[in-house]
């Protein structure tokens, strides 16, 4: 059959929501994003003429370009439906190529949303190849590639093999890196705050604060003493309307700063799961850095407002958007009904859908109205007074929908943390007053949301460059995201009640870290590195000009190969003259000193796991000793007190059941060894300090997890397991793995039925390297060899069980 229309989108989910949409003479296929790229060598582009680039289909590409070749031959019209930015522009011109398509009978079409109204609307409006917005994107591609293979090349020579750099990932790397040494750096200093507490009888309270801290313990004692038997009076009372207006809706950077306050979401799990809701239709497209909405969709916006919460909660905006550019889309992040607060999908679909139902009706509605009240406390020995503060929200306006950055429940408690009626000139009666120390708080380290937030500030990337900028530097070992046990202090408390002062040390735990960005040893030294030799690559301002060049060739008004070639002359002749400077080692090893007990050196070095320290030379007839740093600890400012304390490494926690165990740390973190066996410790486990009643308890946890886990072995053949998993029961043979066949019941099975299994399922395909020819694997084959030896293996006696020892023996 001869299909009339042939529609092509990026992904399988969007080609399956738009087909409904569509009548019977469309077919809607999908590309499965790019077809063709630059291949992986240096190549690809051709710098003596222009900077042409070389494209080629990608090996994984090909039997579906065919197919799409077939399939565009037989239709009369060929629709170009890829996504609304440079990105979804440039994947259109290629299949454009690829498919070697007619440009007579080829149509492209654009839309924000996927809906009928607007897919018929795209229909009805084809336009041709908007080819400023693919020399847009492949002036990025381009330049970033030259970036890549010439900086990399010179961090293998320079630092260390297998190093990358890129343009505006380094930038990213960059900012956590200062954003660290600035951590390091800070002085933290304490002050005093004074709070104080009053009886209004009734059991309600009043709390007041004194405006100034004091920074001298002697100051704040002082203070105290001079209240003992002073008589405090409702001086004042204030109260002035103000008014807090709602946010605007979501652009793609808010909406992963907003995903991950409160819902807990990375940025690439946030723009994954929006993608998602783009493609069922839920909501408008997710890449953008515009705070526009459309007059239809505020006109939508105010009905259903006035249906669910009444005409007094519409009132209708419009948002400038900030950002200079604002190319990816003409809209921001919306539903595409309104209609609709609730979703049913993925549950964490459906909480990011209802996060942006909320932005985008809140955006809409009216202002809140808070009446701020400011009770001021005289002391009758002092000059100076205490303030107590509370807002009362008099009309809720949009918050009955949306409160911003911050979590719902906290919300409604200070909703209800309310000042009472109070008498002016009443005497208070104090409960007590109270002065705390307090400290200083360094800058925090970024989130991945956070950091988004800066790269956009500083006008570094787009939209569509956000996720996977922050996924790269992950992936590349320049940035880990962790969470990490905060530290005990002690802090001073005096608290004046019944006319008496008491003075209390006190402990607390400050710099607990959750899901923060802290910097490797190696993004440290290629930080530096680079700033070093090639400044203008990661400078901030640079790289945001660069941004707004790419701009101006979407726009019609630069030359994309201008703008390459005006970058790349200067950025060559850099990489020319730093690849003539010798190596030096100063940047990755430090003399720290000498051991206090052996007189040898002991240095800090960076090798091919990370960064170590060293005792002893490596050419000296004793072998030198080695370990590994803490999380935490960098190669730039480790101490030699530190680096000794590291060597306590592996440590001895006695014997159990007649076997040694040892805590140590290695490649993939610390771990306990007993019995020739590893045990992971838990993260709140410290190597350095565990005790063996605990490394036993580990122990013990994993043989019994092990065990849970299995659910039947065969004595004469130890290789052929049934386990239990993580998504059910499974066959287990060796290395390879098999999925029990429907109404298999896995404790019944047999050792003949776990071959047939493993044979009758299909061969896999096993990825190699781009240009090779893909290999497939055969347990096939081993399953053969398997059936062969249990035929001719005898049969095995049952071992026998032993009861297992609690007992510990601590040296």
């Known amino acids: 059959m001869t299909e009339t229309n042939l529609v092509i989108v990026e992904s399988p989910a969007k080609a399956k929501t738009i087909e409904k949409y569509l009548g019977k003479d469309f077919k809607v296929v999908s590309s499965m994003g790019h077809v063709r790229d630059l291949p992986k060598d240096d190549k690809a582009i051709d710098i003596e003429h222009g900077f042409k680039p070389k494209y080629e289909i990608t090996s994984d590409k090909r039997d579906l370009v065919k197919r799409l070749k077939e399939q565009s031959t037989q239709a009369s019209t060929v629709w170009l439906a890829t996504d609304a930015d440079r990105e979804g522009e440039a994947i259109s011109w ?30 009805m409006h084809p336009r041709s190849i908007d080819y400023c917005l693919v020399n847009a994107q492949q002036a990025r591609r381009i330049l970033d590639r030259l970036v890549g293979f010439e900086l990399s090349p010179v961090l293998w020579r320079k630092v260390k093999s297998g190093l990358s750099a890129g343009r505006v990932q380094s930038a990213a790397v960059r900012l956590v890196v200062e954003r660290e040494r600035e951590i390091d750096g800070f002085n933290s200093k304490s002050s005093f705050k004074i709070s104080a507490r009053f009886d209004l009888g009734n059991g309600k309270v009043l709390k007041a604060d004194l405006p100034k801290n004091f920074e001298k ?49 990375s940025v ?176 925090p380290r970024y989130t991945e949301a956070a950091l988004v937030k800066k790269l956009e500030e500083l006008g570094i990337g787009r939209p569509s460059t956000y996720a996977p900028t922050i996924s790269t530097i992950q992936k590349r070992d320049y940035v880990l995201k962790e969470s990490r046990p905060g530290k005990e202090r002690n802090f001073i408390e005096m608290i004046l009640r019944n006319s008496k002062i008491k003075e209390e040390i006190k402990s607390q735990t400050f710099g607990t870290e959750k899901n923060k960005l802290f910097p490797t040893n190696m993004a440290m030294i290629v930080n530096d590195f680079l700033i070093q030799n090639f400044p203008d690559v990661i400078d901030y301002s640079f790289t945001a000009n660069v941004e707004k060049e790419f701009d101006e060739i979407a726009a019609g008004n630069k030359l994309w190969e201008k703008v390459i070639a005006d970058f790349y002359g200067d950025f060559h002749k850099n990489v020319e003259r730093t690849s003539a400077v010798p190596k030096s080692t100063k940047d990755v090893t430090r003399n720290l000193g ?57 440590r001895d926690l006695g014997e159990y059941e007649g076997y040694k165990m040892t805590v140590a740390i ?56 049934v386990l239990n998993g993580r998504w059910g029961p499974y ?7 098999y999925k029990l066949p429907k109404g298999a019941k896995p404790e019944e099975l047999t050792l003949d039925d776990c071959i047939k299994i493993a044979d009758s399922q299909p061969e896999k395909k096993k990825p190699e390297p781009a240009g090779k020819k893909v290999t497939t694997v055969s347990p096939k084959k081993d399953v053969a060899k398997l059936s062969t030896t249990i035929k001719k293996a005898p049969a095995k006696k049952a071992a026998a069980t032993t009861k297992r020892k609690t007992t510990v023996k601590k040296k």
């Open 594 to 650: 000498a051991d206090p007990k052996t007189g040898l050196n002991i240095y800090a070095k960076l090798g091919r796991y990370g960064a170590y320290v060293q005792i002893g030379e490596s050419n000296e007839d004793e072998k030198p000793k080695f370990a590994s740093l803490k999380k935490g600890q960098f190669l730039e400012n480790i101490s030699l007190e530190e680096a000794i304390e590291l060597f306590k490494m592996p």
């Open 217 to 265: 313990e002697e100051d704040a004692r002082n203070f105290l003493e001079k209240c003992v038997n002073a008589i405090f009076k409702l001086a004042n009372i204030e109260k002035k309307m103000e008014k807090q207006n709602p946010s605007a809706p979501f652009t793609t950077s808010t909406l992963q700063q907003e995903a991950s306050r409160k819902l807990g979401f």
């Open 94 to 123: 290629h299949l454009l190529a690829a498919l070697h398509l007619d440009e007579a009978k080829t149509k492209r079409i654009v839309f924000r949303e996927i809906t009928k109204k607007a897919i018929q609307e795209a229909i």
């Open 268 to 443: 690439a799990q946030t723009m994954q799961l929006a993608q998602k809701l783009y493609e069922a239709g839920h909501i408008s497209y997710m890449r953008t850095d515009s705070t526009n909405l459309s007059e239809e969709a505020i006109q939508k916006a105010a009905e259903q407002i006035e249906s669910a919460y009444g005409k007094k909660y519409m009132h209708s905006r419009r948002y400038e958007t900030k950002s200079a550019s604002a190319q990816e889309a003409h809209e921001a992040i919306r539903p595409t009904d309104f209609s609709i607060s609730e979703i049913r999908s993925q549950r964490n679909e459906e909480r990011l859908y209802s996060l942006i139902w909320k932005r985008a009706i809140a955006s809409q509605m009216e202002s809140a109205e808070i009446e701020k009240t400011i009770a001021t406390i005289s002391i009758s020995t002092l000059p100076q007074n205490l303030i107590a503060t509370a807002d009362v929200i008099k009309f809720d306006g949009f918050l009955k929908v949306y409160f911003e950055s911050k979590d719902e429940d906290e919300d409604d408690e200070k909703k209800n943390n309310l000042i009472p009626a109070l008498e002016l000139g009443k005497i208070l009666d104090l409960i007590d007053m109270s002065a705390t120390q307090k400290f200083t708080q360094s800058p």
């Open 666 to 721: 290695g490649r993939f973190g610390p771990y306990i060894s007993h019995h020739s066996k590893f045990y992971s410790l838990g993260k709140e486990d410290d190597p350095y300090s565990i005790l063996p009643d605990r490394a036993v308890e580990l122990i013990n946890n994993k043989i019994k997890t092990d065990a849970d886990k299995l659910i039947k072995t065969f004595e004469n053949m130890p290789e052929v397991k």
């Open 731 to 737: 066959l287990a043979i060796g290395r390879s793995n």
